[in-house]
């Protein structure tokens, strides 16, 4: 069993920043992807920012160019830099990990608020 533990959100000001990291403990095995996913009052989960194991990354339109996803595989760690912050990014930041392979998981962590003010 995999636990992932986020850390890094809080309140900011528009156009601030802020950094989430997560941490998986336990072996993550196989073709997979670990990323953010997010989820405002209301409003449905929605991907943010992931990074598959071979390197390739898919942002959600809405924050490409200001957020910035990276993954240390060594420490099973992944970051995400979020900058320029916008009242419309405020929400619960939740940290993936799932398999692209043979092999089926799929991880979450129980998620860490990001608030901007406006």
């Known amino acids: 069993q995999v636990q992932l533990v986020e850390s890094g959100g809080g309140l900011v000001q528009a156009g601030g920043s802020l950094r989430l990291s997560c941490v998986a403990s336990?072996?993550?095995?196989?073709?997979?992807?670990m990323g953010w996913y997010r989820q405002a009052p209301e409003k449905q989960r929605e991907l943010v920012a992931l990074?598959?194991?071979?390197?390739?990354?898919n942002y959600a339109d809405s924050v490409k160019g200001r957020f910035t996803i990276s993954r240390d595989n060594a420490n099973n760690k992944v970051y995400l830099q979020m900058n320029s912050l916008k009242p419309e990014d405020t929400a619960v930041y939740y940290c993936?990990?799932?398999?692209?392979?043979?092999?089926?998981?799929?991880?979450w962590g129980q998620g860490t608020q990001v608030t901007v003010s406006s």
């Open positions: 993936n990990v799932h398999s692209l392979g043979v092999l089926k998981y799929d991880y």
């Open positions: 990074i598959i194991s071979g390197g390739r990354i």
């Open positions: 336990g072996s993550i095995f196989g073709f997979n992807a």
